[in-house]
């Protein structure tokens, strides 16, 4: 049974497209969050939600934009893609008392 | 200033020895959590072992263990045994505070490949 699932797990597109990716936890955590992998390997927040409210929301282009319908799903959209989106988006979700984040598999997203 | 510095971009361990992956880090904070993750090349994240600053001891997690040394602000990773499936890049994350959705910070990571 997979924790924490994101789809798709590839996503090639053109620049100017807008696209979402899904991310879905069966843990029963309260807080979910999107990370992103650059080129180099170097992961950084994005966003946090904790039972629906987004808590942290770094410096990330308002083109990106987060969507927590229940506290088991944050979807991540993302509006007039750039060259410089593509990475690997990695969703996680954690629980307030417990410490570990586990993450899903990411989304290899290409903007051609 | 780097919130979590892993020096070794690179490390070779011979089969069945031990090795030891350094991640120094910094904060102000005196509650923060300090975590390992693995991610082999199909690129998922997966998490390893995790060492709170109040815990008396260093944390083990099987042939993974946490070299603590709070003074010195370094929580350094010894994998025991390495076998040919350990290689894969390795990062170091800190959690700073208490409280919910408190993201993680990663260090730049340290590739580790283990030679048959």
């Known amino acids: 049974d997979t924790a924490v699932s994101q789809t798709p797990k590839y996503l090639v597109t053109q620049m100017g497209n807008d696209k979402s990716i899904k991310c879905e936890q069966n843990?029963?955590?309260?807080?979910m969050y999107w990370y992103k992998q650059d080129s180099k390997k170097f992961l950084k927040i994005m966003f946090s939600y904790n039972n629906k409210e987004l808590i942290i929301n770094e410096t990330v282009p308002n083109r990106f934009s987060p969507k927590s319908p229940d506290k088991a799903h944050l979807n991540l959209h993302i509006n007039s893609l750039e060259l410089g989106d593509s990475a690997v988006y990695f969703c996680?979700?954690?629980?307030?008392?417990?410490?570990?984040?586990?993450f899903g598999p990411g989304t290899r997203l290409l903007v051609l | 200033a780097q919130k979590i510095t892993q020096t070794q971009p690179g490390m070779f361990v011979q089969e069945k020895e031990a090795v030891t992956l350094d991640c120094t880090y910094d904060t102000s904070d005196p509650s923060y959590g300090l975590f390992w993750y693995k991610q082999p090349s199909s690129g998922e994240m997966i998490f390893l072992i995790y060492?709170?600053?109040?815990?008396?001891q260093n944390a083990t997690e099987g042939r993974y263990s946490l070299n603590f040394q709070k003074a010195r602000k370094s929580a350094n990773l010894v994998i025991s045994a390495s076998q040919l499936g350990d290689s894969a890049m390795y990062f170091c994350a800190m959690r700073e505070g208490l409280g919910s959705a408190r993201q993680l910070t990663f260090g730049s990571g340290t590739q580790l490949t283990v030679l048959p």
């Open positions: 843990l029963g955590h309260d807080t």
């Open positions: 060492q709170g600053s109040y815990d008396q």
């Open positions: 996680a979700s954690s629980q307030p008392r417990f410490e570990t984040q586990y």
